[in-house]
């Protein structure tokens, strides 16, 4: 069972790029997340989506922007990159939030120079 | 102060030690409570849920105490396998997932 993937794994980007990050889930999943993790913190929450067609801001929402065009399908965009969006980005979905496990995807390691 | 909070270690253990992490929470109406664990430059992955009773999981036990508002987790008979991060995270309610920093264990042969 493949569950979440995410792609890229890595990827570095100039001050200014711009990049989409593509997240895929098999599960029929309705809710889906975009988290970033730093050293010393917790996952932070970027976006969420509650079902198809639908997303929300989480805790850090600025510089980022997300789709959920399709219900596998969450993509997380950055307009034009900044240093302090180095980070790892996870992508997640799972039913009822609070109910059961979220399954995450394997991370994408972003370095913004 | 944050929401959630762990001690970040790291705790260095020998094989066949007996570890606890505490993990405290600043939000009394929190709903409910979990374990994750995440391996070095990996995914997290649930290693369990938190109910109120108290839990076991061959040698993992977890407790909550709602009245003081802390989560702990017990590994008995350690493993080389055990080395990783584990995560305390706590469901506030609607879309609210609270994911602690983790605390980092290393169990040595």
């Known amino acids: 069972n493949a569950g979440v993937t995410q792609t890229p794994k890595f990827r570095v980007l100039k001050t200014g790029q711009s990049m989409t990050l593509l997240c895929a889930q098999d599960m029929n999943h309705e809710y889906m997340y975009w988290y970033r993790q730093d050293p010393g913190m917790g996952l932070r929450l970027i976006h969420y989506?509650?079902?198809?067609?639908?997303?929300a801001k989480g805790e850090v929402p600025d510089g980022y922007n997300v789709s959920r065009l399709k219900k596998q399908n969450f993509l997380l965009g950055l307009e034009s990159a900044a240093p302090s969006q180095t980070s790892v980005y996870f992508c997640?979905?799972?039913?009822?939030?609070?109910?059961?496990?979220?399954?995450f995807g394997q991370g994408t390691r972003l370095t913004v120079v | 102060r944050k929401e959630v909070e762990q001690d970040p270690g790291p705790f260095n253990v020998p094989e066949g030690a007996t570890v606890a992490f505490n993990c405290t929470y600043s939000n009394s109406a929190s709903q409910s409570f979990f374990w994750y664990r995440q391996d070095c430059r990996k995914e997290p992955k649930l290693l369990m849920s938190v109910y109120s009773s108290g839990n076991e999981d061959g040698r993992f036990t977890a407790q909550l105490n709602r009245a003081s508002q802390y989560i702990s987790l017990l590994i008995r008979d350690s493993k080389l396998s055990d080395s990783a991060t584990y995560l305390c995270v706590v469901y506030t309610g609607g879309f609210k997932t609270i994911f602690g920093a983790g605390t980092r264990l290393f169990v040595k042969a």
């Open positions: 989506s509650v079902g198809e067609g639908t997303t």
């Open positions: 997640a979905s799972s039913g009822v939030p609070g109910q059961g496990q979220a399954f």
